[in-house]
């Protein structure tokens, strides 16, 4: 992974520089990846350890919190230690590596959430097939798939991104190593990279986007035409923190991604990635715990029965 040129590091610009803000950028940083990490992990650690969240949907569930485990890892330690050190730059490998996994994780999460569509497209749809369609062989390869599928996707634009030359300026407008800020830097012809970036983000985002649509298209559908009112807010239930979750994550990427050119300025785009890398893996345990009884309930009981060992 080695560029053609002179450029050895880059610089991250990040957000303005006033020293109220950096002061409030480490603290808020901070709290997020405590609180994402620690929320993700017990939300993981919970589904692995009871047996009544030993169900298809909370094995997706487990692999998607284990996934934003893994995105704010990516990108939110870099940005502390470059406010807290004030040393913005990153190496030209480190750069491309963290630019690879946050692709990476990223399509891994857009599959997952398609893949967690037909899973809740088959308990709704076709209940009385569901453990026969969703069985653990069939839910693993759809989890496998999505790794696979995510990894094969990304790795030609990573390649093409890092055999770019790059003569300078090495500044980066932006608080990680995204690819259209890279792009903008590199002296290289990059409209085919561009336009290969551009295919890939829209099959990936657009593809799983309509895969999920049309899985909900059915599912709202059925869930209407339940008469009892009891079960038909119990399945709204269901799904309401997987819509919430879809609504967010693909908003703010199609918002940054899918369109030819990067002709938008950059404040905008840097609160939109915001978005979609540090606070969507914040509240993701919070929409899957809060709004899901059977998680809260098993939450209490592991609670309680600390506390019960606690006091012996």
Same mark, same amino acid.
């Given at each position: 992974?080695?560029?053609?040129?002179?450029?050895?590091?880059?610089?991250?610009?990040?957000?303005?520089?006033?020293?109220?803000?950096?002061?409030?950028?480490?603290?808020?940083?901070?709290?997020?990846?405590?609180?994402?990490?620690?929320?993700?992990?017990?939300?993981?650690?919970?589904?692995?350890?009871?047996?009544?969240?030993?169900?298809?949907?909370?094995?997706?569930?487990?692999?998607?919190?284990?996934?934003?485990?893994?995105?704010?890892?990516?990108?939110?330690?870099?940005?502390?230690?470059?406010?807290?050190?004030?040393?913005?730059?990153?190496?030209?490998?480190?750069?491309?590596?963290?630019?690879?996994?946050?692709?990476?994780?990223?399509?891994?999460?857009?599959?997952?959430?398609?893949?967690?569509?037909?899973?809740?497209?088959?308990?709704?749809?076709?209940?009385?097939?569901?453990?026969?369609?969703?069985?653990?062989?069939?839910?693993?390869?759809?989890?496998?798939?999505?790794?696979?599928?995510?990894?094969?996707?990304?790795?030609?634009?990573?390649?093409?991104?890092?055999?770019?030359?790059?003569?300078?300026?090495?500044?980066?407008?932006?608080?990680?190593?995204?690819?259209?800020?890279?792009? $903008?830097?590199?002296?290289?012809?990059?409209?085919?990279?561009?336009?290969?970036?551009?295919?890939?983000?829209?099959?990936?985002?657009?593809?799983?986007?309509?895969?999920?649509?049309?899985?909900?298209?059915?599912?709202?559908?059925?869930?209407?035409?339940?008469?009892?009112?009891?079960?038909?807010?119990?399945?709204?239930?269901?799904?309401?923190?997987?819509?919430?979750?879809?609504?967010?994550?693909?908003?703010?990427?199609?918002?940054?991604?899918?369109?030819?050119?990067?002709?938008?300025?950059?404040?905008?785009?840097?609160?939109?990635?915001?978005?979609?890398?540090?606070?969507?893996?914040?509240?993701?345990?919070?929409?899957?715990?809060?709004?899901?009884? $059977?998680? $809260?309930?098993?939450?209490?009981?592991?609670?309680? $029965?600390?506390?019960?060992?606690?006091?012996?």
């Amino acid at each position: 992974m080695e560029n053609q040129t002179g450029v050895t590091e880059f610089i991250l610009v990040g957000f303005p520089s006033a020293w109220w803000l950096k002061n409030f950028l480490v603290v808020t940083l901070l709290l997020t990846f405590v609180i994402t990490v620690t929320g993700n992990l017990l939300l993981l650690i919970l589904m692995l350890s009871d047996h009544r969240l030993h169900t298809h949907m909370y094995f997706f569930l487990g692999n998607l919190s284990f996934l934003e485990i893994l995105l704010t890892i990516t990108i939110v330690p870099k940005m502390l230690s470059s406010i807290l050190t004030e040393r913005n730059t990153i190496s030209f490998a480190s750069c491309m590596t963290q630019s690879y996994f946050y692709f990476l994780l990223g399509t891994i999460d857009f599959l997952l959430l398609a893949v967690m569509s037909f899973d809740r497209y088959e308990a709704i749809c076709n209940p009385l097939r569901y453990g026969i369609i969703m069985n653990n062989k069939v839910c693993t390869r759809l989890v496998l798939g999505s790794w696979v599928g995510g990894f094969l996707s990304i790795l030609y634009p990573t390649i093409s991104l890092t055999r770019l030359n790059f003569c300078g300026p090495n500044t980066i407008d932006h608080f990680f190593c995204d690819s259209w800020p890279l792009l $903008k830097l590199s002296c290289s012809d990059t409209r085919l990279v561009e336009l290969l970036n551009f295919i890939m983000s829209s099959v990936v985002l657009l593809g799983s986007l309509t895969f999920t649509t049309v899985s909900y298209t059915y599912i709202i559908s059925t869930i209407l035409r339940i008469p009892s009112s009891t079960e038909k807010q119990k399945a709204f239930t269901t799904c309401s923190s997987h819509l919430t979750v879809v609504v967010i994550i693909y908003g703010s990427t199609i918002f940054l991604y899918v369109r030819p050119s990067h002709k938008l300025s950059s404040l905008p785009s840097k609160l939109a990635s915001v978005l979609s890398c540090i606070v969507t893996p914040l509240l993701n345990p919070f929409i899957f715990s809060l709004r899901n009884e $059977k998680v $809260k309930e098993v939450f209490w009981d592991v609670f309680k $029965k600390q506390k019960q060992g606690c006091r012996l």
